[in-house]
């Protein structure tokens, strides 16, 4: 059975085409939380936040979030805040092995639930559950969030708007990337993005979560500026001219709406895809092989199958390689509540 290190030997080696920002002159904030600030515009209006490095390595969102920090934004009304979340993974980053500092001691967009978050007497306890729980007051008041990500593998950027119609309006509102996914996220965990009101069908607060690209290409970086800036404008805190210079994609672009039928999740380490899957590919007939997992062949459920997001850099038993959707026909959820 082959270990990760050799199975990450196996994969593409892709090229670092950004420099990584120094977060460290935003340590001190106004807020009381480290590398964690807000403009407040004194005019009543939502809160909105824009948040990078929920994993270490994924540098996209720092570059966009420490350009936001740097023009000192003055938000048109409510309040803007900008962060950076799992530092300590961001401050490890060790370009020989860039797949190591995603995390430290486990995925911080697993641990947003309330029965995680609130303090047991220490019982549960890592430095992404610390960090996560020093953030909550903040994002128990924000009204609207994007948290920025990037992906293992070269694949064009998506839109993970949750399983809630609500998700599908704002990522419509928004208008990029091409394609945005409706899905419930993963079994291991809450994410930010579903975490509280964002995941609440009867509450006013909304969530994204953008895919800007892999890791490290500039295209990536380039995504997740333009997207950020949407963002703002298209919650009213900001005016689109007044981010112009951070616009860097074409506009409007006619999206695509996916749903997540189901995750594809590991059982053990002799998991293997049946080509070099690197997402989006579209398998058009039902019963076709796309991977096996210990001799077990794994075979796509219906027709005109998409793959999201396959990767195996991170694998493991229970872990989620890859997820399967299918084009949603009306840019509609099946329902409100269920992907």
């Not at 689109?240 to 380490?269: D, E, G, N, W």
Request: charged letters at 25%.
């Amino acid at each position: 059975m082959k270990t990760l290190d050799q199975i990450r030997a196996g994969l593409p080696v892709y090229p670092i085409e950004v420099d990584f920002p120094d977060i460290s002159r935003w340590q001190k904030s106004n807020t009381g939380v480290d590398y964690i600030h807000t403009f407040d515009s004194g005019i009543a209006g939502p809160h909105v936040m824009v948040m990078a490095l929920t994993h270490g390595n994924e540098v996209s969102g720092a570059i966009a979030v420490d350009a936001l920090l740097q023009m000192r934004p003055k938000p048109l009304q409510g309040r803007i805040t900008l962060g950076f979340a799992n530092v300590d993974a961001y401050l490890k980053f060790d370009i020989n092995n860039p797949d190591a500092t995603r995390y430290i001691d486990e995925d911080m967009n697993r641990v947003w639930s309330a029965a995680r978050l609130y303090d047991k007497g220490g019982r549960d306890d890592s430095v992404e559950l610390r960090r996560a729980r020093a953030l909550r007051p903040i994002i128990d008041s924000v009204d609207y969030l994007l948290d920025i990500h990037s992906m293992h593998e070269e694949s064009p950027p998506l839109m993970m708007s949750g399983p809630l119609e609500k998700g599908l309006r704002f990522a419509a509102q928004i208008g990029v990337p091409t394609n945005v996914i409706a899905d419930a996220g993963h079994p291991n965990g809450k994410r930010m993005r579903d975490y509280g009101g964002f995941g609440d069908i009867n509450s006013p607060k909304n969530a994204l979560l953008v895919e800007t690209g892999q890791h490290f290409s500039a295209r990536s970086r380039d995504v997740a500026l333009d997207t950020a800036s949407r963002f703002l404008a298209a919650t009213g805190v900001m005016d689109i001219m007044q981010l112009s210079h951070f616009l860097k994609l074409a506009y409007p672009v006619t999206q695509r709406f996916l749903q997540v039928t189901q995750p594809v999740v590991a059982k053990t380490m002799d998991f293997a895809f049946s080509r070099d899957f690197r997402g989006l590919e579209l398998i058009k007939t039902a019963g076709t092989t796309i991977a096996t997992d210990n001799g077990t062949d794994i075979v796509t459920p219906y027709d005109d199958c998409v793959i999201v997001q396959p990767s195996l850099r991170h694998l493991g038993p229970n872990v989620t390689v890859m997820r399967l959707a299918k084009k949603i026909p009306d840019g509609h959820a099946d329902n409100e509540g269920h992907a």
